[in-house]
């Protein structure tokens, strides 16, 4: 609404200005199409109007005072290109005698205009006639929605630990880096052995025993991030064992188990220790000391499905590897030759108070090295 022409209590005439309104194509003057008297104005300058809602109401000169009230809409014909008279319910409807508002209105309610008895001038049909005609019971059947109710769950058990957890990880300043890691080599090593470790050791092959092994000879590396914080925040203490925590998801929730001492363990070693745990996990096995002791943890997320992520640490470690799912892509090699490349995205997150970024990316480089070269970890297996 730019300008107004007239007031509430003014006398106009039939085709008199009433008001200019401006559209987002054009601006166009909305003239009345009746004598009468100004009863009402909605908008003030400025104010948006949608299409079909009234402008003003008016008394119509030599009506009765019940059946005077009429309204101007923004759908008045006008010049403007997107103002258009709104679509009739019928073609029947078309010679009934009513406004443009109250053809909207009818058209609200789903009603046509042939049906209802106007009460104007003419057998004009009004607002009320509308209402009234609307009113009316119809043979209409009412849609009921069951009335649901929200369930409410205590938080208890697994659930319960680990809010607690998450609560002390709020007081961690994290920090992440993530990098891709070419594992085709990987691959290739564990599809010549899987079948004869299952025939020999009885024992499922996965990649997670090379990750953990070769996650555990870096921390000797980068000893500072199989650490931890004392209660005073005085003291930084080097664990001598590598207990790296697995995340499990079971029914009973996200539980982290830790395969104790990898740094003494061989790759099938870890790979049987990680399949107990699974088993014991999914069947609410899992003691105390499974669950105890962590002192570095991996989420294997690609396991369910995502590539990066923003993994939160478990006090008091402070760093943990989120493994995204490995990914057949498009890569060049040192020749520049094109090659198909399993990659794998592994996401740190580590505790900004402890270590620094550059001991993460070096860390993270020398992992690297171990997966996509696995045959380097036999110089360091014990």
């Not at 079909?52 to 008394?59: A, K, S, W, Y």
């Not at 019971?137 to 809010?163: F, N, S």
């Not at 564990?190 to 020999?200: A, L, N, P």
């Not at 520049?336 to 794998?344: E, F, P, Q, S």
């Amino acid at each position: 609404m730019i300008e107004w022409f007239v007031n509430e209590g003014d006398h106009i005439t039939q085709f008199q200005d009433l008001c200019e309104v401006q559209s987002d194509k054009s601006t166009v003057k909305i003239t009345s199409r009746y004598d009468g008297v100004i009863k009402k104005r909605y908008y003030e300058l400025g104010e948006f109007a949608q299409v079909g809602q009234t402008l003003v109401d008016m008394e119509i000169e030599g009506e009765e005072s019940n059946e005077a009230d009429e309204e101007i809409s923004t759908e008045q014909p006008t010049p403007m290109e997107d103002v258009i008279d709104p679509p009739v319910p019928s073609q029947s409807s078309q010679s009934v005698l009513a406004t443009p508002a109250v053809r909207n209105l009818a058209k609200q309610y789903g009603l046509n205009l042939s049906d209802i008895k106007g009460g104007g001038k003419d057998g004009r049909v009004l607002k009320e006639d509308i209402m009234q005609h609307a009113e009316q019971p119809h043979d209409v059947i009412p849609i009921t929605t069951p009335a649901l109710e929200d369930r409410v769950e205590p938080l208890k058990g697994i659930r319960k630990a680990m809010l607690r957890s998450m609560k002390s990880s709020l007081n961690i300043p994290h920090f992440g880096y993530n990098d891709e890691y070419d594992l085709t080599e990987l691959v290739l090593l564990r599809k010549r052995i899987k079948k004869e470790v299952k025939h020999s050791h009885g024992i499922k092959l996965s990649y997670m025993p090379f990750i953990v092994k070769a996650v555990s000879v870096a921390l000797s590396k980068y000893p500072i991030l199989n650490s931890q914080l004392d209660s005073n925040h005085e003291n930084l203490i080097y664990k001598t064992n590598h207990n790296i925590g697995v995340a499990v998801d079971t029914p009973h929730g996200l539980l982290l188990p830790s395969v104790k001492s990898v740094q003494n363990m061989s790759v099938l070693d870890v790979a049987n220790e990680l399949n107990r745990l699974h088993e014991a996990g999914l069947n609410n096995k899992l003691s105390p000391s499974d669950i105890a002791d962590g002192t570095f943890s991996l989420s294997n997320i690609g396991s369910i499905g995502g590539t990066y992520a923003s993994p939160v640490i478990f006090p008091p470690q402070v760093a943990i590897g989120a493994l995204g799912k490995i990914q057949v892509l498009p890569r060049f090699d040192r020749n520049g030759d094109l090659l198909k490349a399993h990659i794998m995205c592994i996401s740190w997150s580590a505790d900004h108070r402890v270590i620094e970024g550059a001991t993460m990316a070096r860390f993270s480089n020398l992992l690297k090295d171990f997966l996509e070269n696995p045959s380097q970890l036999l110089l360091h297996l014990k």
